[in-house]
């Protein structure tokens, strides 16, 4: 399965100050900013407009490598997966208007 995207989080991210101290794991919100970044990459400008699906199954620490594979995209569409090695972090799926994205 090819890899759409990768990223990490910095351990000096502000976002991982509160979240939480002394065991600090990246947000979801940041994952799905992520995925949102890898399919903009993969189809352009989008606005998303739904959240039908996201789970958060194992958590994503601070200087872990993410993966982001998209399983299925059409008809404003995204099923995704996040990994870091052979852990699920996320799974879900996402709706996006890619017109929408191009209007400005």
Same mark, same amino acid.
């Given at each position: 399965m090819p890899t759409d995207a990768t990223f990490? +989080? $910095? $351990?000096?991210?502000?976002a991982l100050a509160g979240h939480f101290p002394g065991n600090p794991i990246v947000p979801g919100v940041l994952v799905l900013e992520h995925v949102q970044k890898a399919l903009e990459a993969r189809v352009g400008p989008v606005r998303l407009t739904g959240v039908p699906q996201a789970k958060f199954l194992s958590p994503l620490r601070p200087d872990e490598t993410c993966v982001i594979v998209f399983t299925g995209v059409a008809d404003g569409n995204a099923r995704f997966d996040? =990994?870091? !090695?052979? =852990?699920? +972090? $996320? =799974? !879900?799926?996402? =709706?996006?208007d890619a017109d929408a994205g191009r209007a400005g």
């Open positions: 990490t +989080i $910095a $351990a000096d991210h502000p996040c =990994r870091s !090695g052979v =852990r699920t +972090i $996320a =799974r !879900g799926n996402l =709706r996006f």
